[in-house]
């Protein structure tokens, strides 16, 4: 049986501000959508935070038997510089600067973007659409909602009509705004602004000459509005109603606002069952962002070259650092907490280095099921990690102590003991498991065997299977050397 159905998962959802049971529309099938990347420059810590807790809520939600269709964009163009839908587009303006192909600065950033998600062991989305590549759906969503009457064109733009919106419907269901704080350009309307009133927002701009990356459409050659792009995308893939949307929580408004005003005109029903929203990741108690500049890259958090750090960390470390917070609290980065989180990892790590060697009995002197369930709950209650992994500091505590033989478990309980750690710590929680994957500590652990192997032949007067695998391993460059203590080894 699938674990969903012995399990009740909470969600906090966004759109009520309280934990809900998580239903989906389709028993067993979950689709989620979260908001990728605008990929024009390098992904910063603060970016890897919110994708890493969506990232733990869909490996949660495969853990317990749910089909997770997890669709994640890339957003290649449309956004501009700033949230007032003024200034240039962030792409073209790299390309500009840089005198590139905007398409090179995407391309350079998204391959950024992916090898730094896969260096802290995130699972890539099941589809990972782009904006560009659904200019299409982007422009029959407009016509629809000129239609409908809620979108009118000027001078080649078309902006979404927030007020008219507003009568029959509520903008600001999701960020709580009401309509006169929903202005999306902080400059007073000086007359030259195209929009009726300051909270209406684009869905398609008229592109002026200098700007590179365009498209036709029936209103101009232009290109879409940047909220547009995830009601498109959402739809087509997760349907006009799906189970769960994520993002940072900077994105809730004017962002996922927009995203529902647009969806819930075009297909005539809220689009989103469960919100979420990551919180931030601040550095000296700002966030960390781009554009300030108070930010920290992952390789100088891997080569410890920033004056902010002590020393290098690994992204094991990192990883586990970050999920020792709740993902809807704030965390602060700085050298000392992660210094802290580096010792808990490593107990923990060491913990499950001994585990083989544990040995079971008749009786356990703990309640391996009760622990099990604790580990459960944390999890089901909104993906509560930090309580999951005080539950895993409990287990290390008995690890110990069946050490040091002052506890004892039964043989049974050992195997589910030893599973549920394991799942928890690299299914769940994504930790690389990082002396796995050293590849010298293999190496040394097949040699080891293949010496234990030489020498059972030799035992048995089998010179031949001995002669060949020194021989061999010789050809691959390794030499084994008898001595008193037994047989070591050298690599060339
Ligand atoms: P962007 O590429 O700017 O659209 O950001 C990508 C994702 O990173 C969005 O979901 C943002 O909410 C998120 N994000 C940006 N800054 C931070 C931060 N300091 N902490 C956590 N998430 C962030
Ligand atoms: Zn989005």
Redesign the pocket.
């Known amino acids: 049986m699938e674990l969903y159905k012995e399990h009740q998962l909470k969600i906090y959802n966004s759109l009520s501000k309280k934990k809900e049971v998580f239903t989906p529309i389709v028993e067993g099938n979950v689709g989620m959508y979260v908001?990728g990347?605008?990929v024009y420059s390098n992904v910063h810590l603060?970016?890897v935070?919110?994708f890493m807790s969506f990232d733990l809520v869909f490996r949660y939600l495969k853990h317990l038997g749910f089909k997770v269709r997890y669709v994640r964009n890339i957003?290649d163009a449309g956004h501009l510089e700033n949230d007032a839908d003024e200034g240039e587009d962030r792409i073209a303006k790299k390309a500009r600067l840089e005198q590139i192909e905007p398409m090179e600065v995407v391309q350079r950033y998204t391959v950024d973007f992916h090898t730094i998600l896969q260096q802290f062991n995130n699972i890539p989305p099941s589809i990972e659409p782009t904006a560009t590549g659904h200019i299409v759906e982007q422009i029959e969503i407009i016509k629809e909602i000129i239609e409908k009457g809620l979108a009118y064109e000027v001078n080649g733009s078309v902006y979404f009509d927030v007020l008219k919106y507003n009568e029959t419907e509520h903008y600001g269901i999701l960020s709580g705004r009401n309509i006169e704080d929903s202005v999306h350009n902080t400059r007073v309307l000086d007359g030259q602004s195209e929009k009726k009133n300051p909270q209406d927002f684009a869905l398609w701009k008229k592109a002026d000459e200098r700007h590179i990356m365009r498209w036709p459409s029936p209103w101009s050659d232009g290109f879409p509005g940047w909220h547009l792009e995830c009601s498109a995308m959402s739809t087509k893939y997760l349907g006009k109603q799906f189970d769960i949307h994520g993002?940072?929580m900077?994105?809730k408004f004017p962002h996922h606002e927009c995203e529902i005003a647009q969806s819930k005109t075009t297909n005539g029903v809220y689009p989103v069952n469960y919100w979420m929203h990551?919180n931030?990741?601040t550095l000296n108690g700002q966030?960390?962002?781009k554009s300030t500049g108070n930010n920290i890259l992952p390789d100088e958090i891997f080569s410890g070259d920033n004056t902010i750090l002590n020393k290098p960390f690994t992204a094991g470390v990192v990883r586990f650092f970050m999920l020792q917070a709740n993902y809807r609290s704030i965390l602060d980065f700085s050298s000392t907490a992660l210094e802290a989180s580096e010792k808990g990892h490593a107990k923990l790590m060491e913990a499950i280095s001994f585990l083989p060697s544990l040995i079971g009995g008749n009786e356990s002197s703990f309640d391996v099921q009760a622990w099990k369930q604790k580990c459960y709950d944390a999890m089901n209650d909104d993906f509560n990690s930090p309580i999951l992994i005080a539950q895993l500091f409990d287990a290390v505590k008995q690890v110990n102590l069946l050490k040091e033989g002052r506890a004892t478990i039964s043989t049974s309980d050992l195997e589910i003991f030893t599973q549920t750690i394991n799942s928890f710590v690299f299914d769940v929680l994504g930790l690389p498991n990082e002396a796995a994957n050293n590849h010298s500590d293999k190496l040394g652990g097949v040699v080891e065997l293949l010496i234990k192997l030489r020498k059972e032949a030799r035992d048995n007067k089998d010179w031949a299977l001995s002669d060949q695998i020194r021989n061999e391993l010789v050809e691959l460059g390794i030499q084994l050397k008898d001595g008193k203590e037994g047989t070591s080894f050298t690599v060339s």
């Open positions: 908001c990347p605008t603060g970016n935070r919110t957003t993002g940072g900077d994105l990551a931030m990741l966030k960390m962002a």
